[in-house]
């Protein structure tokens, strides 16, 4: 029987992937950037993998090799799993800042794609995640800017799963900071609307004062928007 020292690199290699998920690690040269490759994938199969590993090169080469930024979306927007996910959900499941980060960059890219198991979106998808990390300042510091950075990526906090939970009401009870950031950017997201944000807004009817309703007075709606 060889030992050790005699296996050959795809052995090697082999017993790479086989290892536990934490400690998994991407031998180099493994993604030949010549032909986005490994071993014949296609390209929505290495962005899964990208997404599942943290890998934003791989990422970045499958966006090349695309062609255009809107073929990227496409492509971006529409791979997913045969669980139904989308490679957004595959990142915010391992809670993979870069990639995450990355793919928010890209121009194009659905914030909110719902998974088919449970009609989670990404930020469901994220707390899941962060519900299993252990209670520390760097864990509440890290999951804090995460959910930050998705949000005011364009994620909604007001969605609900099947379960017609929002991503807040998925927070682990014990989180509390947590838990109210989320609630908070519901409140922001609801309010939003409330405030005149353009000039040329159309005052509606039922913002009309009462007193000046089906009277002949000379009412200027663009004076009322001023007052």
């Not at 993998?49 to 943290?54: C, G, I």
Request: charged share 30%; aromatic share 6%.
């Amino acid at each position: 029987m060889a030992d050790s020292q005699s296996r050959s690199k795809p052995e090697e290699e082999a017993e790479v992937w086989r290892a536990p998920v934490k400690s998994r690690s991407i031998p180099s040269g493994l993604f030949p950037s010549s032909n986005n490759k490994i071993l014949g994938a296609k390209p929505g199969e290495l962005l899964i993998e990208a997404a599942r590993r943290n890998n934003t090169d791989l990422l970045q080469e499958v966006i090349d090799s695309a062609g255009s930024a809107e073929k990227a979306a496409i492509l971006l927007n529409e791979t997913k799993t045969v669980l139904g996910n989308y490679i957004y959900h595959e990142a915010a499941l391992r809670g993979n800042y870069d990639i995450i980060d990355m793919l928010l960059d890209q121009d194009g890219f659905e914030c909110d794609p719902i998974n088919r198991t449970d009609g989670d979106t990404p930020l469901h998808s994220a707390v899941r995640y962060i519900n299993t990390l252990p209670t520390s300042s760097d864990n509440t510091e890290f999951a804090s800017g995460l959910i930050e950075m998705m949000i005011d990526a364009g994620s909604d906090p007001r969605i609900r799963n099947k379960a017609q939970l929002t991503p807040a009401q998925l927070v682990d009870p014990t989180n509390t900071e947590l838990r109210r950031q989320l609630q908070d950017a519901i409140e922001i997201a609801q309010n939003a609307g409330d405030f005149v944000v353009a000039d040329d807004e159309v005052v509606e009817e039922e913002d009309i004062p009462e007193e000046y309703e089906g009277s002949d007075s000379d009412f200027d709606p663009e004076e009322f928007k001023r007052a």
